[in-house]
């Protein structure tokens, strides 16, 4: 069962364009929802997370947008740039579950020059 | 040093074959993960181990087994690989007291069964 869905599968804008990468999920248990940034040959960074008690945290460059009654949440990227191609994957946890992660499927971002 | 490391990074193992694969941080985390991840799918828990205590998902029960000798160090055993095991394997860790705490993830360990 996929608790966590991420669309597109994969993404390309151009370089200064605002990247959106989507999310949804199942699970009214979940409260926190970080997203992970992968580049070829690492593993998964933390990239920024919310709680489900907010609408809206900012980091610079990279906003999430979430909405609780939808079950959806987005990522955003401003100014893209090409060193922020890369994988992203969403991930959630569910409260008091050992800081279980479940997690999106990703998208593969490419941003051209 | 927020660093996960994983050994080895490929593996090449026969069906049938006992696969084990090695992970390790110094970060002093209590809780260590195994994640499983094939192209275009979402990573999957496998196993974690609490401080001593392994919890294994329920599908993958029999498939994989674990062992923590001490707080750096975890392993996951395959103990019949079939070709269904390719995969890469990300181990994590993270410190369970700390709300909301990040897992630190590893470069990860191709396996590919033949």
């Known amino acids: 069962q996929q608790q966590v869905r991420q669309s597109p599968q994969s993404l390309t804008v151009w370089e200064g364009e605002t990247a959106i990468l989507n999310c949804s999920y199942e699970?009214?248990?979940?409260?926190?929802f970080p997203w992970y940034q992968q580049f070829p040959g690492e593993g998964p960074a933390l990239l920024i997370s919310?709680?489900?008690?907010?609408d809206k945290k900012e980091d610079g460059r990279f906003t999430i947008f979430f909405n609780k009654r939808e079950k959806k949440l987005s990522l955003h990227i401003a100014d893209s740039q090409p060193g922020d191609s890369a994988t992203y994957f969403c991930?959630?946890?569910?409260?008091?579950?050992?800081?279980?992660?479940?997690f999106g499927s990703g998208t593969k971002l490419t941003v051209e020059p | 040093d927020t660093t996960v490391k994983q050994n080895p990074r490929y593996k090449l193992a026969r069906v049938g074959k006992p696969v084990n694969l090695i992970c390790s941080q110094t970060?002093?985390?209590?809780?260590m993960y195994w994640y499983q991840k094939k192209p275009n799918q979402a990573p999957k828990l496998l196993l974690f181990?609490?401080?001593?205590?392994?919890?294994r998902e329920a599908d993958t029960f029999e498939k994989f087994q674990s062992s923590r000798p001490n707080n750096s160090f975890c392993s996951l055993y395959i103990g019949s690989a079939g070709l269904e095991y390719s995969a890469m394997y990300l181990c994590?860790?993270?410190?369970?007291?700390?709300?909301?705490?990040?897992?630190?993830f590893g470069p990860g360990t191709r396996l590919t069964v033949l």
């Open positions: 970060m002093n985390h209590d809780t």
């Open positions: 919310i709680l489900s008690v907010s």
């Open positions: 994590a860790s993270s410190t369970l007291g700390d709300n909301y705490a990040e897992q630190f």
């Open positions: 699970n009214s248990a979940f409260d926190y």
């Open positions: 181990y609490y401080d001593k205590i392994l919890n």
């Open positions: 991930a959630a946890r569910e409260m008091s579950n050992y800081n279980v992660l479940y």
